[in-house]
């Protein structure tokens, strides 16, 4: 079988391949359009069309991925998936790998769906560019363990906490540790020193211009279930407090 970077078959290997990513790709594509359309319908929340935003992501990096593993016997096995996907004739198929289609297997790699979040930022990461910028929004699951906020507030799954460097009254004590966010906030005048896990965070939003990030598989059913009403809470951390609005949440660059 000739391989993908020489010989006479080279240019029609690589022409195919190509023709295999990008229908893959407009595949995926196909589910975040699904996504979204679904989104500004109303039937599902931000947080689920941004998961499935996410997935895309990782689907294309496990595709190039896959693509980019040589050999003669990977070679075969992308074309057969190209055959599979009615990409490429049998003659054809033939007659580049010298092997009938039911006896190349095909590669099982192209339809690992890894996991949304796998090339997400460490949440920690996040706060700290964030806050370099400006205020911003924390979405935060209280029941989770170790979150410390007023008591009345250890019940809510869609809490919002407001954090900054230039707050009045200031977050003196604001840290950003390996474990977890916090900082004494002013809940009706009470300080109260708050601490929150990695695991309980589940969104960061930019309160200036809502570029930020959600980690899905941290989204409690309830945030998932109503996100549209979340996006319209207001932090429960006094001072001044945003405008209601419902903007589009921008993926941090």
């Not at 006479?8 to 295999?20: C, H, K, V």
């Not at 054809?92 to 090339?119: C, F, K, M, N, Q």
């Not at 507030?153 to 707050?167: E, I, K, N, Q, T």
């Not at 959600?214 to 319209?232: I, L, Q, T």
Request: hydrophobic share 40%.
């Amino acid at each position: 079988m000739t391989s993908p970077g020489s010989g006479p078959g080279s240019e029609r290997i690589q022409e195919i391949l190509t023709a295999l990513i990008k229908q893959r790709l407009g595949a995926s594509l196909e589910r975040v359009d699904a996504a979204l359309a679904r989104w500004r319908a109303g039937e599902v929340g931000p947080f689920e069309a941004h998961a499935e935003v996410l997935a895309h992501v990782a689907r294309a990096d496990n595709l190039a991925g896959a693509m980019s593993r040589a050999g003669r016997e990977r070679t075969a096995s992308l074309l057969r998936a190209a055959y599979d996907a009615g990409l490429v004739e049998e003659e054809e198929l033939r007659e580049l790998t010298g092997s009938a289609p039911g006896d190349i297997e095909p590669p099982e790699d192209l339809d690992a769906e890894p996991a949304a979040d796998v090339r997400l930022p460490a949440k920690s990461d996040v706060v700290n560019r964030l806050l370099g910028e400006g205020t911003i929004l924390v979405h935060v699951d209280a029941r989770r363990d170790g979150v410390s906020v007023p008591d009345r507030l250890r019940s809510d799954p869609r809490l919002v906490l407001r954090f900054g460097y230039g707050l009045t009254p200031a977050i003196a004590d604001l840290e950003v540790g390996e474990e977890a966010l916090s900082g004494t906030l002013s809940f009706g005048g009470v300080p109260h020193r708050c601490v929150l896990p990695w695991p309980a965070v589940y969104a960061v939003v930019s309160e200036a211009d809502q570029r930020g990030m959600v980690w899905p598989d941290d989204v409690p059913p309830e945030a998932m279930a109503s996100a549209d009403k979340e996006a319209d809470r207001e932090p429960e951390e006094s001072g001044k407090k945003p405008p209601r609005s419902r903007g589009h949440l921008k993926l941090v660059e």
